[in-house]
């Protein structure tokens, strides 16, 4: 499969719009020339990119493939039915729907179609490393239900069993969460089911960030122990941006119900066409060598930063990210991240679990090696970029010095073409 190509033709763009156009190039290079560690970003391959960027966005097809409320559904009802099966192939699920306009999207659809407003849920806290829409205040989750939020131990900074056990039994929630944005362990699936089934609560399984480890068996499957798995597309699966959920059998109608028309109108056919392309790449072997390869690189990147003596939350990873506490080199990582995307490696500035300094300039950053693996990185360009946070964390006030190590990152990497850019 080769996902390197010349870029897709703007010329019809640049003649209506250069504006758009203009700035559609320069993020173009600056995608080619930065080591990009943001642990949700991937480059999605020049096929995914053509999917995506086609008639199909044209069409309405508001229901389901041969349920539709518009004629003239011919082909795309052909195109969803491909996405449909291929997801169901990739993970063994019962039932998808993959007409989630996002990750987001997929998440209160699987709420309004399983629970009642009010219902109580049990999911894990954002500053513990789990997302907006499992029950976070400021997000409709936390207000259109009533959340309770389990984080991680103190100590160990792993999943908390007991916490959840505890709070389970508590509460009585109507639905329990597990999945996360900032976790580098492998979670215990089994162990959330066995806990929502002591409470007689549903489990639903958010494998946003690790869908591509999922799909290339890098991390235990949650499909066989959830009533519905949601997801994204466009992290380690490397697809357009999308989403969505695999439910069981039982959980179909309610869900298909509560995403259209419940919560959406039309589909996104594009971008569904695109999603269908990404699971045709993730069922080949290139793609389970290239979920292993994320893995040993954040392993390498991990073990480099240590030696560094950054420290990491959990102390490591096992699967695609790293909460990373830099607070020992003095600093926080509002301001490391700040620096770092000055020399060419931008990431995110995180907080770590129990942080003490504040959200604009917390503990930690979070780095993840999807996209670099995607470039076909290694262990030993992971190595060459630990060095690069450490020296920026050394000449973290000398611009001069960021702006001669952003100029080595992007000699470096022009040697690792990136899929669906130019080199
Ligand atoms: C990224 C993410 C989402 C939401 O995805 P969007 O596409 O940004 O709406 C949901 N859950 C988890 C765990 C995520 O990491």
């Known amino acids: 499969m080769n996902i390197h190509h010349p870029p897709l033709s703007i010329a ?3 003649a209506t719009d250069p504006e758009i156009a203009r700035l559609v190039e320069a993020e173009t290079a600056y995608q080619r020339d930065q080591v990009r560690l943001i642990a949700s970003e991937n480059y999605a391959s020049r ?3 053509e999917a995506a960027a086609t008639v199909l966005m044209n069409k309405y097809a508001e229901g389901y493939p041969h349920k539709r409320y518009y004629e003239g559904q011919l082909f795309v009802d052909q195109v969803e039915e491909l996405a449909q099966t291929r997801a169901k192939d990739v993970f063994g699920a019962d039932h998808v729907n993959v007409q989630p306009h996002s990750g987001s999207p997929a998440n209160l659809a699987v709420y309004t179609a399983l629970l009642n407003p009010g219902d109580t849920i049990l999911g894990m806290s954002l500053p513990a490393g789990g997302h907006l829409t499992h029950g976070w205040k400021v997000s409709a989750t936390g207000r259109f239900w009533n959340a309770v939020q389990y984080g991680v131990h103190p100590e160990t900074h792993l999943i908390d069993m007991d916490e959840v056990r505890r709070l389970a039994h508590e509460h009585k929630p109507k639905m329990l969460i597990c999945g996360a944005s900032a976790y580098p362990r492998i979670i215990d699936f089994a162990a959330f ?3 929502a089934d002591e409470v007689g ?3 639903l399984v958010d494998m946003a960030h690790i869908a591509g480890l999922v799909a290339a068996g890098e991390h235990p499957s949650p499909v066989p122990f959830a009533d519905a798995v949601t997801t994204t597309t ?5 697809g357009p941006r999308g989403g969505m959920i695999l439910s069981k059998k039982k959980h179909q109608k309610a869900i298909d119900r509560a995403v259209f028309p419940g919560l959406q109108g039309g589909p996104h056919l594009h971008a569904i066409a695109g999603i269908a392309v990404a699971l ?3 069922q080949q072997a290139e793609f389970k060598t290239y979920a292993k390869a994320i893995r040993e690189n954040a392993k390498a990147l991990g073990e480099a930063l240590v030696a560094c003596d950054f420290s990491l939350t959990t102390g490591g990873t096992d699967n695609h990210l790293m909460v990373v506490d830099v607070t020992r ?3 926080g990582g509002g301001r490391l991240a700040k620096a770092l995307a000055q020399a060419g490696i931008v990431c995110n500035m995180n907080s770590i679990p129990f942080d003490t300094r504040p959200p604009a300039d917390p503990s ?3 780095i993840g090696t999807p996209a670099v693996t995607s470039r076909g990185m290694g262990p030993a360009e992971m190595r060459t970029i630990a060095g690069w946070i450490d020296d920026v964390t050394r000449h973290i006030d000398d611009d001069r010095r960021l702006a001669a190590i952003a100029e080595d990152v992007k000699v470096f990497c022009r040697r690792f073409p990136a899929p669906g850019i130019p080199a």
Do not use: D, N, Y
């Open 329 to 331: 080199r003095g600093m």
């Open 280 to 282: 045709r790449e993730a």
């Open 12 to 14: 019809a763009l640049a």
């Open 364 to 366: 930690g950053i979070r």
């Open 234 to 238: 466009h992290k380690t699966l490397r």
């Open 47 to 49: 096929a995914v990119m």
């Open 193 to 195: 089911k066995a806990i």
């Open 201 to 203: 609560a549903l489990l």
